[in-house]
């Protein structure tokens, strides 16, 4: 799953990245750009029942643009995330009864702005790492958040 608004700037990475896996139709993934409504998916998670759930959000988590880090469930509900219509915490305890495995990516974004198009140039590049590391299944080269 993806998450974020394209019109934001780096805010869109996760719905980038859920489109570009779409796109180049990734071998065993069935990949979800939901844009600002993740809550809209949730059906598609529970009829799927995946043995691993990925979310990918921007994240204000105070680090470089274009860092990334598994985001642990117990600090989705802290001020480090940015707000969608339903609390991430939520979602992921909502979906949680759906998936073996969640494992919630944030990206630090460089610029947020209305009207803003494309990634930044950290992002974009985060975003190419990030992808690989997805394709090859190699969960443990993403540090965790503090």
């Known amino acids: 799953m993806g998450i974020g608004n394209e019109l934001n700037g780096d805010d869109g990475v ?3 990245i859920a489109r570009d896996f779409a796109e180049r139709r990734q071998k065993g993934w069935l990949s979800l750009p939901c844009e600002t409504v993740p809550e809209n998916f ?3 998670v529970r009829r799927e029942r995946p043995e691993l759930l ?3 959000d921007a994240a204000q988590m105070g ?3 274009g860092e990334f880090r598994l985001v642990p469930k117990q600090r989705l509900g802290s001020e480090i995330l940015g707000t969608h219509g339903i609390p991430l915490r939520h979602l992921v305890s909502c979906l949680g009864k ?3 495995d969640i494992l919630f990516v944030g990206v630090q974004p ?7 198009e494309g990634l ?3 992002v974009e590049k ?3 790492r990030l992808m690989g590391i997805l394709r090859r299944g190699d969960w443990g080269m993403i540090a965790r958040l503090g």
């Open 14 to 16: 996760g719905n980038i």
């Open 42 to 44: 949730t059906s598609v």
């Open 54 to 56: 990925v979310i990918v």
């Open 63 to 65: 680090l470089e643009p």
């Open 98 to 100: 759906h998936a073996k």
């Open 110 to 116: 460089g610029r947020v702005a209305f009207g803003e």
């Open 120 to 122: 930044s140039a950290p």
């Open 126 to 128: 985060a975003k190419e």
